[in-house]
């Protein structure tokens, strides 16, 4: 039983602290610049650094949620209810009971939550525990062309190094414990010897599952009828759906925490699980499983709690990036600036810096990719002119007296940036953890489909006209190959509990080899290009491999400085944000699935909405 204790100075354990104390956090920062003496004297300068830097700032965010509020501190009771009490009539408290509180018997301030509890997390740090801390490297060329202009190339590095993770200890155990198979057999119309040793003597539909059928305890007969594990879980609205679409780990979830309910007792007897003890659902959870001696952590590293996260330093990131820049000097009026950056940055997912963010927490390096939200190419432009209005310029160049003052001065400025779209995840169903990505099912297809990518406007969309990402005249979804696999025993696969899952197809004629017929009344058929992995498996697609929309922008400024008297003057700025009114396409579905839990179906790459407006505004500014 995992129990807490107070540790640090003026505790009952001074001598102890949550992780170890950290004395070798020495960031050095060293360069040079050298002056080379080619390509003219003077003219061209390498310069070189690298430098250490430790990132504790962030630490009490981390820390201050887990130690300040660990479980015991406080409790979330929930009470759940039951045929007669619905809800928590504090009139009934005085009867005990008729309605039971929501808090386990015996709970008091730090002392162990109970095992049956179930519904409190706990967090957990590595005893190693330590500041991130990222090392900077670069390397840059300079040359000047002439004195009024230089250019740079540049390499910069940052690696960022003990990152702050944290995995979900408790995810659910269905990989190594026999219940991969188990749930397999299941779903395709089988019998689990093990889950029927497992839950036998217990009817778990003894509310949940399809009305007008008789059940009774896992191992008798109903109605000529064998009552198995197999048939109770396609049955219960608890486990069908997410068995039906693949979802184990939230089948193993569910099982964990699975309560039996009595009906009909006594006459009832064994079926209407009569001959078992009272339980207070509320704050009992995992009483199937109790019943036959099933080890309190067979799906759960830690069956005390809902999740046990383990913070500790497992992450890192490498980019790398190559940069050149354009630098002109004011001349004749103009400045301005054009620079290029071409970047890859490598790490993990953003989803893995959540609890269960991993795929699969005991195969985290698998994770390791290129990260989202990372723009390949960015260009950067931006410059300003003294417009030629005044004495001596080419635009009222003999004005003079309160007129000149008024037209001489004036500066436009532009900036102008585009960058490529960063790169982004095709999903699927989560057959393990977290970050469902496809199966390829043909590679040559995927390698057309990825070049198609590209918004395309006017796809009809009942009432309205909308984007895509991928033509839809050439690519659509269809009903995954595995759901033809689900068994229709217990409706598992008809009416609201059937397999959603779905494949990406390109649109081919009738009598293409290896092709399905579509159900759209086209008379078309489908060549799958990607689908969703096995239950257990990682997808073999990978993860950020697409290009997401390009971005660029358009804004200018016009300033101007009016002198007052010796020591003060009037700033006039105008600014237009997105000149052009440039209309940012939203991000596309690129879900291969419908929304598994409504089944509404979204059309492959969809784009419904876009954002950007043109924004105006001036000032003035009085300086004195």
């Known amino acids: 039983m995992t129990t807490l204790q107070f540790v640090g100075k003026g505790s009952p354990h001074s001598g102890t602290s949550v992780y170890k104390d950290d004395w070798n956090n020495f960031g050095p920062a060293v360069g040079f610049a050298w002056q080379v003496p080619w390509f003219g004297k003077e003219k061209t300068t390498v310069r070189g650094g690298y430098q250490l830097t430790f990132q504790g700032g962030s630490r009490f965010n981390a820390l201050e949620v887990p130690l300040s509020f660990p479980p015991g501190r406080t409790y979330t009771g929930t009470y759940s209810g039951d045929s007669t009490n619905v809800y928590l009539d504090l009139n009934k408290l005085s009867a005990p009971g008729v309605v039971p509180t929501p808090l386990p018997a015996g709970v008091a301030p730090m002392t162990?939550?109970?095992?049956?509890?179930?519904?409190?997390?706990?967090?957990?740090?590595?005893?190693?525990?330590?500041?991130?801390?990222?090392?900077n490297v670069t390397l840059s060329v300079t040359h000047s062309v002439r004195n009024n202009l230089s250019v740079d190339f540049r390499y910069i590095g940052t690696l960022a190094r003990k990152q702050y993770t944290s995995i979900n200890l408790n995810s659910n155990n269905f990989l190594y414990n026999g219940l991969l198979a188990e749930f397999d057999r299941?779903?395709?119309?089988?019998?689990?010897?093990?889950?029927?040793?497992?839950?036998?003597?217990?009817?778990?539909?003894?509310?949940?599952?399809?009305?007008?059928?008789?059940?009774?305890?896992?191992?008798?007969?109903?109605?000529?009828?064998?009552?198995?594990?197999?048939?109770?879980?396609?049955?219960?609205?608890?486990?069908?759906?997410?068995?039906?679409?693949g979802n184990y780990s939230a089948v193993a979830g569910s099982l964990n925490t699975l309560d039996y309910f009595k009906s009909?007792?006594?006459?009832?007897?064994?079926?209407?699980?009569?001959?078992?003890?009272?339980?207070?659902?509320?704050?009992?959870?995992?009483?199937?499983?109790?019943?036959?001696?099933?080890p309190e952590n067979f799906i759960a590293t830690n069956p005390q709690f809902?999740?046990?996260?383990?913070?500790?330093?497992?992450?890192?990131d490498n980019y790398?990036?190559?940069?050149?820049?354009?630098?002109?000097?004011?001349?004749?009026?103009?400045?301005?600036?054009?620079?290029?950056?071409?970047?890859?940055?490598?790490?993990?997912?953003?989803?893995?810096?959540?609890?269960?963010?991993?795929?699969?927490?005991?195969?985290?390096?698998?994770?390791?990719?290129?990260?989202?939200?990372?723009?390949?190419?960015?260009?950067?432009?931006?410059?300003?002119i003294e417009l030629p209005f005044g004495p001596g310029k080419l635009l009222f160049g003999n004005s003079a007296g309160p007129l000149a003052r008024i037209v001489e001065g004036w500066r436009f400025g532009a900036i102008w940036t585009a960058s490529s779209?960063?790169?982004?995840?095709?999903?699927?169903?989560?057959?393990?953890?977290?970050?469902?990505?496809?199966?390829?099912?043909?590679?040559?297809?995927?390698?057309?489909?990825?070049?198609?990518?590209?918004?395309?406007?006017?796809?009809?969309?009942?009432?309205?006209?909308?984007?895509?990402?991928?033509?839809?005249?050439?690519?659509?979804?269809?009903?995954?190959?595995?759901?033809?696999?689900?068994?229709?025993?217990?409706?598992?696969?008809?009416?609201?509990?059937?397999?959603?899952?779905?494949?990406?197809?390109?649109?081919?004629?009738?009598?293409?080899?290896?092709?399905?017929?579509?159900?759209?009344?086209?008379?078309?058929?489908?060549?799958?290009?990607?689908?969703?992995?096995?239950?257990?498996?990682?997808?073999?697609?990978?993860?950020?491999?697409?290009?997401?929309?390009?971005?660029?922008?358009f804004d200018t400024n016009l300033a101007k400085s009016f002198r007052i008297a010796e020591s003060k003057s009037l700033q006039f700025r105008a600014d237009a944000f997105n000149v052009f009114n440039h209309s940012q396409p939203a991000n596309p579905n690129l879900s291969i699935n419908p929304n598994l839990t409504t089944g509404a179906s979204v059309p492959w790459g969809q784009i419904t909405t876009k954002t950007g407006n043109r924004v105006l505004q001036a000032q003035l500014r009085l300086q004195f």
């Open 264 to 294: 009909g007792c006594p006459a009832a007897g064994v079926n209407g699980n009569c001959n078992l003890p009272d339980i207070n659902t509320s704050v009992i959870k995992g009483a199937v499983l109790r019943v036959n001696g099933n």
């Open 421 to 553: 779209g960063p790169w982004t995840n095709i999903t699927a169903q989560n057959m393990l953890y977290a970050n469902g990505v496809p199966d390829v099912a043909d590679p040559n297809l995927l390698k057309e489909l990825l070049a198609d990518a590209g918004v395309k406007w006017g796809a009809p969309a009942d009432a309205f006209v909308e984007g895509r990402y991928f033509d839809p005249a050439k690519w659509t979804k269809v009903s995954d190959p595995q759901c033809s696999n689900v068994t229709n025993l217990q409706s598992l696969n008809t009416g609201s509990n059937r397999c959603l899952l779905q494949a990406v197809a390109k649109i081919v004629d009738p009598g293409t080899p290896g092709s399905i017929p579509l159900n759209d009344g086209t008379g078309k058929n489908g060549l799958i290009v990607l689908q969703n992995p096995s239950p257990g498996k990682r997808g073999n697609l990978g993860q950020n491999i697409l290009r997401g929309l390009p971005i660029w922008r």
């Open 320 to 384: 790398h990036s190559f940069q050149a820049e354009v630098t002109l000097r004011p001349t004749h009026g103009f400045s301005g600036t054009a620079n290029y950056t071409w970047s890859k940055n490598l790490g993990l997912p953003c989803a893995a810096c959540a609890p269960t963010g991993f795929t699969n927490p005991v195969d985290r390096h698998a994770d390791y990719s290129i990260v989202n939200n990372s723009h390949p190419h960015v260009l950067r432009t931006n410059g300003n």
């Open 112 to 135: 162990p939550i109970p095992i049956t509890d179930r519904s409190q997390a706990i967090s957990f740090f590595d005893p190693n525990y330590a500041s991130p801390y990222v090392q």
């Open 306 to 316: 809902t999740t046990a996260n383990y913070f500790s330093n497992a992450g890192n």
């Open 186 to 245: 299941i779903r395709s119309g089988g019998e689990s010897p093990m889950l029927d040793k497992m839950l036998n003597g217990i009817n778990v539909c003894t509310t949940g599952c399809a009305a007008g059928v008789s059940y009774g305890a896992i191992g008798n007969s109903v109605n000529g009828v064998v009552q198995t594990a197999a048939l109770q879980l396609r049955s219960s609205s608890t486990f069908n759906a997410n068995l039906a679409n």
